[in-house]
């Protein structure tokens, strides 16, 4: 149509349209509607020494009736928030209101919107006293190191505890708090990092730390072979025992670090004759009693020893 149509002709047609539209506009704008419109909520004046057993609606569902105008501008891109004021609540352990009863301040807030009723009708209020309880933090992770290495004691976490804070009956049963999962695969070297802490299902719940720091010493491990002396236990007091052999070799694998500070001292092997037929056995089985903590793959041969009994 417009290709039969000059430039002015055009230009006179496109400026009616704009016209139209904007008295359009400013009619609709003008009439008076009822609608339901979500409204944030914020409360003031909750008691110092208590907390919110339960949790309260961040928002109300309303059915209003406004003009266009005073709608829209409710709903636009800086809607007026609700303030709720708890003072008269505070000294309460629980209190059910109306938000019916609300009406009249909920008007003054939102400025000429009327306000016919409120979902939810109710808003319960249920408080208790308020515990901080300090718990240690649980560093939940699943780490495997590269072939031939491991780790160089447990992995750190600092810090190494949190403050939680909440209702009573939720915080007493508390006794740590994990942090989200780490998987690292084929760690060949020293690895830090930060890890967030796993976020309170319940929002009454608060934490002092969002996050904490892992620390993880990882250590390459060689393969060690000393000999250790046999120990003998409870040998009767009329008998004496020859055990053979004396000693046993024992092989393990030690951080390079270690290497050469373990030796037959940190190691305890026992030969216990205490339930020993002596006539029908001659030999023994031999137990690891005493091993370093830092050691892994510990393997000893043989397992047992033998005996000649002297009388």
Not at 52 to 73: A, C, D, M
Not at 256 to 279: G, K, P, Q, R
């Amino acid at each position: 149509m417009f290709k039969f149509l000059s430039g002015v002709d055009r230009g006179t047609l496109i400026a009616c349209m704009f016209i139209s539209f904007v008295i359009w506009v400013g009619t609709t704008l003008a009439e008076v509607y009822t609608t339901n419109i979500v409204v944030p909520v914020n409360y003031i004046n909750l008691p110092e020494k208590k907390v919110l057993s339960e949790p309260l609606p961040e928002k109300l569902s309303i059915h209003v009736k406004g003009t266009g105008t005073q709608i829209f501008r409710q709903i636009g891109f800086n809607p007026t928030s609700l303030i709720i004021d708890c003072a008269a609540y505070s000294k309460m352990d629980s209190a059910r209101v109306a938000t019916a009863d609300m009406a009249k301040r909920f008007e003054d807030q939102l400025k000429e919107i009327e306000v016919l009723y409120t979902n939810p009708s109710y808003i319960d209020f249920f408080f208790e006293d308020k515990l901080k309880r300090k718990v240690p933090i649980f560093f939940e992770n699943d780490i495997k190191t590269a072939h031939q290495f491991d780790l160089k004691g447990e992995p750190r976490i600092e810090p190494d505890s949190v403050l939680i804070t909440g209702p009573a009956s939720l915080v007493k049963y508390i006794s740590s708090w994990k942090t989200e999962k780490v998987v690292l695969r084929d760690l060949n070297k020293r690895f830090e990092n930060d890890i967030k802490l796993v976020v309170p299902e319940n929002s009454m719940l608060n934490l002092s730390l969002v996050d904490t720091r892992y620390i993880i010493d990882v250590e390459e491990y060689t393969q060690n072979r000393i000999e250790v002396p046999v120990e003998l236990l409870n040998v009767p007091d009329t008998i004496e025992i020859f055990p053979w052999p004396k000693k046993i070799e024992v092989q393990f694998l030690v951080g390079l670090s270690e290497f050469e500070e373990i030796d037959h001292h940190f190691f305890t092997i026992i030969a216990d004759f205490a339930d020993v037929d002596f006539e029908n056995s001659n030999r023994v089985d031999l137990k690891i009693t005493e091993e370093p903590a830092t050691v892994r793959d510990i393997k000893y041969s043989p397992s047992y020893v033998e005996y000649i009994i002297y009388d």
